[in-house]
């Protein structure tokens, strides 16, 4: 009952036999919502129809309302050229049938036709505006759809479907707030009027080269520079490039020249092995003195020996006496002959000696010089030191030596050490023992 009393509203004057008619209607008013075609905007973003003036014709043959392509009998403009391209034509017109296609042109030839073009949107079409026509039925080139095309890109319903470019005599100075400009005009401008970024300044700026990074180029012309990312890495890739550290915060070895010499003037510490190559062609230096070193170990006792120009080569380890003295304290009176220090020793080759002393003497007279000597196995006496004092000065006075013998044979022998006047006498006292006074022997092996 609903579905009759719907069917009744629709058709109140369509009497029940009329069934055809019912079929008819009811596909005009399906067809009535509009259709946009897959060539969506055939007329604003792919092409604009052309209209020549004047152009009249007929069909060659007659087309259904669903035909894509016509035959007209005439293909010929006015001016004698043939029918190309884009076109719009309206079919019957001034009747009933009257009907706007559009299709390609060639020559008489119409193909890709739009059948039914809405007489508000040309992009849209549908099949209650699309009829079949006659053979000889009239065909001609009129201002619809160009019109409403033209209407639909200007007020921004479509796109315009190529660029558009300004008459290049058009001053670009001549430009206001709301027109269009050029791309020439946008170039122009497009990096004008933004400040040169700074470190407190937001602005312009510029991708430095490696040429610019490498010399530390600030600036290029107004803009100031920057380095790319690709310049950045944690190994070197190529002639300029700029170190980054890993996720330990460590760079890469790679970035140090270790061909180049290095200069430290603060502490170095060396927690783990260090080699050296302290060559003759690559000298270790040392407070400005080059020393080179020999390839290998040396035996055991042995020592390093210098040649007297830094080359150190391994050899025998000098002897060190049999025993060391302390000389305590001594009075010596005037005239007297007094031994301090004694030392018996035993060489195991023959040697010369180094003596090596001193003594913190108080001299009590101006009477004369008091000097150290020494004696081996009571032979003669060797002066080595001496000290003098003025008339009437009396005074305390530190007393060293460093002094090489002659050689002694491969035994056993006894060296004194004396201190004795040489001239009118001097009376001393030995001070300070066990600080000041000592007597030590070494072996040499020349």
């Given at each position: 009952?609903?579905?009759?009393?719907?069917?009744?509203?629709?058709?109140?004057?369509?009497?029940?036999?009329?069934?055809?008619?019912?079929?008819?209607?009811?596909?005009?008013?399906?067809?009535?919502?509009?259709?946009?075609?897959?060539?969506?905007?055939?007329?604003?973003?792919?092409?604009?129809?052309?209209?020549?003036?004047?152009?009249?014709?007929?069909?060659?043959?007659?087309?259904?309302?669903?035909?894509?392509?016509?035959?007209?009998?005439?293909?010929?403009?006015?001016?004698?050229?043939?029918?190309?391209?884009?076109?719009?034509?309206?079919?019957?017109?001034?009747?009933?049938?009257?009907?706007?296609?559009?299709?390609?042109?060639?020559?008489?030839?119409?193909?890709?036709?739009?059948?039914?073009?809405?007489?508000?949107?040309?992009?849209?079409?549908?099949?209650?505006?699309?009829?079949?026509?006659?053979?000889?039925?009239?065909?001609?080139?009129?201002?619809?759809p160009i019109l409403q095309v033209l209407k639909r890109l200007n007020d921004?319903?479509?796109?315009?479907?190529?660029?558009?470019?300004?008459?290049?005599?058009?001053?670009?100075?001549?430009?206001?707030?709301?027109?269009?400009?050029?791309?020439?005009?946008?170039?122009?401008?497009?990096?004008?009027?933004?400040?040169?970024?700074?470190?407190?300044?937001?602005?312009?700026?510029?991708?430095?080269?490696?040429?610019?990074?490498?010399?530390?180029?600030?600036?290029?012309?107004?803009?100031?520079?920057?380095?790319?990312?690709?310049?950045?890495?944690?190994?070197?890739?190529?002639?300029?490039?700029?170190?980054?550290?890993?996720?330990?915060?460590?760079?890469?070895?790679?970035?140090?020249?270790?061909?180049?010499?290095?200069?430290?003037?603060?502490?170095?510490?060396?927690?783990?092995?260090?080699?050296?190559?302290?060559?003759?062609?690559?000298?270790?230096?040392?407070?400005?003195?080059?020393?080179?070193?020999?390839?290998?170990?040396?035996?055991?006792?042995?020592?390093?020996?210098?040649?007297?120009?830094?080359?150190?080569?391994?050899?025998?380890?000098?002897?060190?006496?049999?025993?060391?003295?302390?000389?305590?304290?001594?009075?010596?009176?005037?005239?007297?002959?007094?031994?301090?220090?004694?030392?018996?020793?035993?060489?195991?080759?023959?040697?010369?000696?180094?003596?090596?002393?001193?003594?913190?003497?108080?001299?009590?007279?101006?009477?004369?010089?008091?000097?150290?000597?020494?004696?081996?196995?009571?032979?003669?006496?060797?002066?080595?030191?001496?000290?003098?004092?003025?008339?009437?000065?009396?005074?305390?006075?530190?007393?060293?030596?460093?002094?090489?013998?002659?050689?002694?044979s491969a035994a056993q022998h006894t060296l004194k050490l004396l201190i004795?006047?040489?001239?009118?006498?001097?009376?001393?006292?030995?001070t300070n023992p066990f600080a000041q006074n000592y007597l030590h022997i070494?072996?040499?092996?020349?």
């Open positions: 009952m609903v579905v009759l009393g719907i069917v009744g509203f629709l058709y109140p004057k369509i009497q029940p036999t009329d069934y055809s008619k019912i079929t008819q209607l009811e596909q005009q008013v399906g067809d009535l919502s509009l259709k946009v075609s897959q060539n969506t905007d055939a007329f604003g973003a792919i092409s604009i129809p052309s209209a020549p003036y004047l152009f009249q014709t007929t069909l060659s043959a007659a087309i259904s309302s669903t035909e894509n392509s016509m035959v007209l009998v005439n293909g010929t403009l006015k001016d004698g050229t043939s029918l190309t391209g884009y076109q719009c034509f309206t079919v019957d017109t001034g009747t009933a049938l009257a009907e706007y296609i559009c299709g390609t042109a060639s020559g008489t030839a119409i193909t890709g036709l739009l059948r039914g073009i809405n007489p508000l949107n040309p992009a849209a079409t549908s099949t209650a505006l699309a009829f079949a026509h006659r053979r000889g039925a009239d065909v001609r080139i009129s201002d619809f921004g319903t479509d796109s315009f479907p190529s660029r558009i470019s300004l008459d290049s005599t058009i001053a670009t100075s001549t430009f206001t707030t709301y027109n269009l400009v050029n791309k020439q005009y946008v170039d122009g401008v497009a990096l004008q009027g933004a400040p040169t970024a700074t470190g407190s300044t937001p602005g312009l700026l510029q991708i430095a080269t490696r040429t610019d990074l490498s010399n530390g180029t600030a600036q290029s012309g107004a803009y100031t520079l920057v380095p790319s990312n690709a310049y950045f890495a944690y190994t070197p890739q190529n002639a300029t490039s700029v170190p980054v550290s890993n996720a330990s915060g460590k760079i890469a070895q790679g970035w140090l020249d270790l061909t180049q010499p290095w200069t430290f003037t603060g502490n170095v510490t060396h927690s783990a092995t260090s080699t050296l190559a302290a060559s003759p062609t690559a000298p270790l230096n040392l407070r400005g003195v080059d020393y080179s070193f020999p390839s290998s170990q040396g035996g055991a006792t042995t020592t390093l020996i210098n040649n007297g120009s830094g080359a150190l080569t391994w050899g025998s380890l000098p002897g060190i006496a049999a025993a060391t003295t302390t000389m305590g304290q001594v009075d010596l009176t005037l005239n007297a002959t007094t031994v301090v220090a004694s030392l018996t020793f035993t060489p195991s080759t023959a040697q010369r000696l180094l003596l090596n002393g001193g003594a913190r003497v108080f001299n009590t007279t101006n009477a004369g010089d008091c000097y150290f000597a020494y004696t081996v196995d009571n032979a003669a006496t060797t002066t080595i030191a001496g000290f003098k004092y003025g008339a009437g000065q009396d005074g305390t006075q530190n007393l060293s030596f460093n002094y090489l013998t002659n050689q002694v004795y006047p040489v001239v009118g006498g001097c009376t001393i006292t030995l070494l072996y040499m092996n020349n």
